[in-house]
Nanobody, 121 residues
Framework: QVQLVESGGGLVQAGESLRLSCVASGSIFKIGVMGWYRQAPGKQRELVATITHGGDTYYRDSVQGRFTVSRDNDKNTVYLQMNSLKTEETGGYYC???????????????WGQGTQVTVSS
């Protein structure tokens, strides 16, 4: 089994920063793309940023220049550094990863349980 566990959420004021972490554990042979999604109350989950095993990144336009996604392949961990946070970025932040399990024959998509980020004005 594979598990993704996020941490680092919390309550901050607008303009402040947070750093999220997500650790993948279990019977992992290789991890492909890892990413962060967020979901505001009453809204659909949306992609925030992704990073490939080789370090290529993608950001949604609204976070470009403020958020940085990174990963440590040795630790099966992905990070999201969020600077200059805005109130509208309040929501649950979810880690996602494409993982090939040990002795597995296909890549499967996994989600973490989420960590809450609340940005106050």
């Amino acid at each position: 089994q594979v598990q993704l566990v996020e941490s680092g959420g919390g309550l901050v004021q607008a303009g402040e920063s947070l750093r999220l972490s997500c650790v993948a554990s279990g019977s992992i042979f290789k991890i492909g793309v890892m990413g962060w999604y967020r979901q505001a109350p009453g809204k659909q989950r949306e992609l925030v940023a992704t990073i490939t095993h080789g370090g290529d990144t993608y950001y949604r336009d609204s976070v470009q220049g403020r958020f940085t996604v990174s990963r440590d392949n040795d630790k099966n961990t992905v990070y999201l550094q969020m600077n200059s946070l805005k109130t509208e970025e309040t929501g649950g932040y979810y880690c996602n990863a494409s993982i090939l399990q040990t002795l597995g024959f296909r890549w499967d998509n996994y989600w973490g349980q989420g960590t809450q980020v609340t940005v106050s004005s």
